[in-house]
């Protein structure tokens, strides 16, 4: 008979029905009467009991059990006779589909470091903590397309080969076909991308949004939500080089509907998590518990991953200006216990992420959106406020993260935005089709960009931001 996935079992619990159920073998223990497998199909969290009595099931298959392989079972659903679990399946018979030598298989019914894990990412994904993790991060992209649908919002797909540096910050990975060790030359010895397959150079996207505003400038609101590539050499707890970001950008918004926006679309990702991962939320809270009772008193976190994200689904979110911010930075006090020193003595420096840090977690200990920023230290593409020193500029801090949502008004008076591009060196012959726009019907815009596994870190409480996605690419990292 078919198939029946453990999740809907636990849910239905049919007494008394006879059921197929596969999946992996966490453990088996038992004696020489009765063995007990704890199944886990990927479905839930939870494993499901398997009772298998040596008089149905054959010894050699009984002694390839072992944790990590695979198997088909058949057998009566019944009332479990232990706790926890409302029902358990008698099995009728056990057909191994892949064995795992428990010689060799790196999984055993023990606790994995995290950096182990790491670098076993192929098999990772069978833990519970990594099945938990990826459950939610599945949850977390289809209400990121549920907002936007509900709110008529459109999915914009942006090339993930260009030729522009949207970020301008020159760290794009190259594309070319060319034999670099033998690369055809123009006549000033230069490489000659005229050979190339595009027939200039290309690189891989930094982020969808210039393509998203063209898009915005016709269909009003949409978003995109796809990789994008950052060739930074920052080995950090929250930079990867490939990073999923998903990136709305609507026409008639201007600073404060974005950041409106922005603050909502963030409380809901958080909410229906809250509401639809229980399980896993619940499994991944007790996880962190667990690791926090190994950290000293003063560092361990006063609260439980959910009323975390119940608080800040439910806060306001702090709006202050960069130039607020340095003046709450100028006058708080070190902490002279950890020699923590703010240095920010001039107006214009970029705030570092112990600043950010500051303002969040022990200034006003709630998210804050900053909004701004000296023209500077921000992008091209950012409308200039008033004041003609600081651009209309939004980054979103969250506790624990710091940056998670980076954001602008976008300059859409043409003259304006091509002094700027001048002032930069933005050549602006390779920008034409972004200066189109500018030139035919433009109109006040806005826009933000939410660094997803960063969102997907904070709901989950994973402290690195290389185990919230499946692969993670960084320096030195590329198999598999
Ligand atoms: O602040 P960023 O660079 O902004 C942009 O790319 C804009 N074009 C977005 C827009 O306005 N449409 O990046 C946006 C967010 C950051 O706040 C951060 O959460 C995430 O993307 N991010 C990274 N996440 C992981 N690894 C990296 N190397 C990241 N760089 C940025
Ligand atoms: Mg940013």
New binding site residues.
Partial sequence: NKRVKIKSLLAQSPIGDTVTVMGWIRTKRGNKNVNFIALNDGSTILNYQIVADPNAIQEDVLKACTTGACIKVKGKVVESQGSGQSSEIVADSIEVLGSADPEKYPLQPKKHSLEFLREIAHLRMRTSTFSAVFRVRHALSFAVHKYFNDKGFFYINTPIITASD??GAGETFKVTTLDLGNPPKNENGEVDFKKDFFEREANLT??G?LE?ELAALALSEIYTFGPTF?A?N?NTT????E?W?I?P?MAFYDAEDNADLAEDFLKYLIGYVLENCEQDLEFLERRLLDEEKSKPADQRSEMALRDKLRFVADSNFERVTYTEAINILRNSKPNKKKKFQFVIEDWGADLQSEHERYLVEKHFKKPVILSDYPKEIKSFYMRENEDGKTVAAM?ILFPGIG??????QREERLDVLTAKMEEMNIPQEEMWWFLDTRRFGSTPHS?????F??MVQFVTGMGN?RDVIAFPRTPGNAEF
């Fill in positions: 949207a970020e930094v982020s949004q998203g950052r930074e920052s929250r930079h990867l080089a990073f970001m990136e950008e980054d940056e998670i949502v980076g954001g602008s826009g933000f960009g939410l660094g596994e960063r931001i």
